[in-house]
């Protein structure tokens, strides 16, 4: 149902930029306001919501671990997998930003024969990291269209990336990739049972936008040509905000424009903000030194004691008189 | 905020990278490329038109290229039958680059301009240009 749901939804997306630029000619609305929009949106939102984070209390240390804890000299501490120190919850964020650490520790378990068995589960893994990664390089190499001239260490990534020389344009690996391992993860909520049935709307609508925005530039790259000088004339005038509309540029143009526009400003209100959220993980960002430092919980208000002097002080005549022993005569 | 500074530390570096396309270009300048066709070549052709139709070459010269390699490189053909019963000798130095000889006036404007590197000349002779005065080829000697 959400997958159809989604679906539906990314195909009316595609459907209502066409007819947009097709038929009611609103090239500008497409071209300029709408990504403007979506940029502000997606920067505006992601500040917010990290913000947010920010401002709620961590009431107690939950740092998860999985290795030896910091203990006696002669027993070695896993430093990665149990920080102790902020070098080691440094390199414990960068394996899991950079390397997805904890999706590599990702298990699976199935009855064999009645008995229930447990096995190490790599695929989420692998599709996540090709996924991940060459969106990066995709989203890197799309700086070409967003400066004159570009950076050298991009036409490097650019020719690294089409080093097979397949076809003219020369095929990038990464767009395969990417929309390879985008596909894996769709197919993979259709059909292990147990993550079919927790996804929602949520989960499928990025991935099938995602896949669109993908196909739409594989198509638009080495199917349906479209004036690249022209686009380049549009999205330079954006940057440099002094927007036109070259004519001329193609629809499917404006259909990934579009589709990219909406995945910027859906960003901050979806599950794709996790890009900001892992930093802000509690239990990962936390050294786990709750035995040397004690965490003191931001919302415990000050709390109204007695002391035992100050009781003494009160009922030190009506003790005596009742023979109770005193500390202060 | 907790961690207050650790988080605006992010935040600008999250803004760094996301806002590098508008920071990146100020005060350059975006000037559309124009490609010049006004070789002496071209001039003296009866009928100014390439191989095939403006908008064709336009969105599909590199495809028309790598198919004239294979064709000229891997199957020894060297004829060219265009759209219009025209048949041209399929070659990169001696049919393209004798009209369009002026590579950083024609090929380079759109290339630079969009970021596009083509690997024509990692094995082909790049035409040398009047940039190379032929007296100052000749001193070399």
């Excluded at chain 1, 076809?167 to 993860?185: D, H, Q």
């Excluded at chain 2, 990692?122 to 005065?133: G, Y």
């Amino acid at each position: 149902m959400g997958a159809l749901f989604s679906f539906v939804a990314v195909i009316l997306l595609i459907l209502l930029a066409y007819v947009g630029v097709e038929v009611a000619g609103m090239q500008p609305i497409f071209g300029i306001v709408i990504p403007y929009a979506a940029v502000l949106t997606f920067i505006a939102g992601v500040i917010y919501r990290v913000i947010k984070w920010g401002r709620s209390p961590i009431p107690f240390h939950i740092p998860t671990t999985c290795g030896q804890q910091k203990s006696l000299p002669w027993i070695k501490q896993n430093k990665l997998e149990n920080p102790s120190s902020s070098t080691g919850v440094i390199g414990r964020m960068a394996l899991e930003v950079f390397l997805f650490r904890s999706l590599f520790r990702l298990s699976k378990s199935e009855l064999r024969d009645g008995r229930l068995a447990y096995g190490s589960d790599k695929w989420l893994w692998l599709a996540g990291m090709a996924f991940h990664w060459s969106f990066l390089i995709v989203l890197l190499r799309h700086i070409r269209f967003f400066a004159t001239p570009v950076p050298s260490y991009l036409n490097l990534l650019e020719s690294l990336d089409g080093f097979l020389q397949v076809g003219v344009p020369r095929l990038f690996m990464t767009g395969i990739i990417l929309l390879l391992a985008v596909t894996y993860l769709l197919l993979r909520r259709f059909y292990i049972p147990q993550v079919r049935y927790i996804s929602l709307t949520s989960d499928y609508i990025p991935l099938f936008l995602i896949m669109a925005v993908a196909s739409t530039g594989i198509l638009m790259r080495y199917f349906f040509k479209v004036d690249i000088v022209g686009v380049k004339e549009l999205t330079m005038g954006l940057v440099s905000f002094n927007p036109t509309i070259p004519k001329g540029i193609g629809v499917i143009f404006y259909i990934h424009i579009f589709l990219i526009s909406i995945l910027f400003a859906y960003f901050p209100f979806s599950k794709l903000v996790h890009m900001g959220g892992v930093f802000l993980s509690p239990t990962r960002n936390l050294a786990n030194n709750s035995r040397m430092v004690r965490h003191i919980n931001p919302w415990n208000y000050p709390v109204k004691f007695h002391s035992y002097e100050e009781y003494e002080e009160e009922f030190r005549k009506k003790m005596k008189d009742a023979g109770i022993p005193v500390e202060k005569e | 905020m907790y961690d207050g500074g650790k988080i605006l530390f992010g935040i600008l570096i999250f803004l760094a990278f996301v806002t590098f396309p508008f920071y990146n270009d100020i005060g350059k300048a975006n000037v559309k490329p124009e490609p010049k066709i006004d070789t002496p070549e071209i001039q003296k052709l009866p009928q100014k038109k390439c191989v095939e139709p403006k908008a064709f070459m336009k969105a599909e010269h590199m495809k028309l290229l790598n198919e004239w390699r294979d064709s000229a490189v891997r199957d020894g053909n060297r004829v060219y039958v265009a759209s219009d019963g025209k048949r041209y000798i399929i070659s990169l130095q001696n049919t393209c680059m004798r009209c369009h000889s002026n590579k950083k006036e024609f090929c380079d404007k759109c290339h630079n301009y969009a970021e596009v590197n083509p690997y024509c000349w990692d094995c082909h002779i790049a035409p040398k240009e009047a940039k190379i005065a032929p007296k100052e080829a000749k001193n070399e000697y």
